[in-house]
C-alpha cells in the first residue's frame, strides 16, 4: 500500500529538537537546511528514515566527475551544497558545457539505461546519492515526489530552450547578461536595491564555453559592463550586480539609455 505523503513539513527550528532523537541517517535529512527546496520535501517528517535510508550521503571535492557520458545509469543525485557543471562531449574529446546544476539540482534523470551528459564538479560538492531501485521504490510509493521530479524535468526544458535562444540569436553582451541574471535568480545573496552578489564558482573558461564565446570576449564584456557601472567585482569568485533594470534590458536587446 501506497503512503501518501502530508504536504506540511515540520518546521525547521523543530527539526533540530527531533534530531536528538534520531539516527545519524534520519539526522542528516532533518538538518538538511535545502530540504524544503528539493524534491526531499515530498516526504515528511514521520516518514524520513524512508527517505534515510533510500539515499548516501557524499562529499565531492572540484574536479569530481559525477556522471560519466555514456556509463550505465545507475545512480541520482540531489545537490545539497556546491555547483556541478554539466557537458556534453565529442568523440576527439571537445565538449560543450550545457548547464550548471547547484543546490536543490537533482541529477541523472533519464528514460535510458545510460547517462546522455556527463558533471563534474566545479568547487566542494555534497550530494545525496540514490540507487535506480531506491528511487523507482520511492516513486511507487510517494506520488507527490514523482510530481516533483516531473516539475524539475520540466524546468530543466525550460531551461534548455532559454540556452537554445541564448547560442542561436544573442549577442556576447546578450549572453553575459543573461548568464548573471540566471545565476542571480539560483545563487544570489539580495541586497539593498538592485543590487545583488551573485555567486560564480566556475571558471571565466567554463563561463565562455557554456555561452559559446571565447574567454577573451567574455573577459572584455564583463569589463564592458563593469566600466558602465552595471556590475562590479567582489573579493570572492562572484558579481555584484549594481543596476538590475538596465541589465534585464540587455537581455533581451533593448540597450538603456
Request: a negative charge; glycine letters at 6%.
Amino acid at each position: 500500500m501506497a503512503l501518501e505523503p502530508q504536504t506540511q513539513n515540520t518546521p525547521t527550528h523543530m527539526r533540530r529538537r527531533l534530531v536528538l532523537s534520531a539516527g545519524d541517517d534520519i539526522s542528516r535529512c532533518l538538518l538538511c537546511d535545502i530540504r524544503e527546496h528539493s524534491v526531499c520535501n515530498a516526504i515528511n517528517d514521520k516518514e524520513l528514515a524512508i527517505l534515510a535510508h533510500a539515499s548516501k550521503s557524499l562529499s565531492l571535492p572540484p574536479g569530481t566527475t559525477l556522471v560519466e557520458e555514456g556509463s550505465p545509469a545507475t545512480a541520482f543525485f540531489n545537490v545539497t551544497a556546491g555547483t556541478v557543471k554539466l557537458f556534453k562531449s565529442l568523440p576527439d574529446g571537445r565538449r560543450q558545457i550545457t548547464g550548471f546544476a547547484d543546490v536543490g539540482h537533482f541529477l541523472g534523470l533519464t528514460n535510458s539505461s545510460t547517462y546522455s551528459f556527463g558533471a563534474e564538479t566545479v568547487d566542494t560538492v555534497r550530494v545525496c546519492r540514490f540507487s535506480r531501485t531506491e528511487l523507482e521504490n520511492l516513486l511507487t510509493d510517494y506520488p507527490l515526489f514523482e510530481r516533483r521530479l516531473l516539475a524539475e524535468v520540466t524546468d530543466e526544458l525550460a531551461q534548455a530552450q532559454e540556452q537554445m535562444l541564448l547560442l542561436g540569436r544573442k549577442t556576447a553582451r546578450e549572453r553575459v547578461a543573461s548568464f548573471l541574471l540566471a545565476r542571480m535568480v539560483v545563487h544570489s545573496t539580495p541586497e539593498q536595491g538592485e543590487e545583488a552578489i551573485v555567486s560564480l564558482p566556475m571558471t571565466r573558461v567554463d563561463i565562455a564555453d557554456y555561452l559559446g564565446l571565447t574567454i577573451e570576449t567574455v573577459s572584455r564584456t564583463i569589463s564592458a559592463l563593469r566600466r558602465e557601472g552595471l556590475i562590479a567585482g567582489t573579493d570572492h569568485h562572484g558579481i555584484r550586480i549594481l543596476a538590475l533594470q538596465k541589465l534585464q534590458a540587455l537581455t533581451s536587446g533593448q540597450e538603456y539609455s
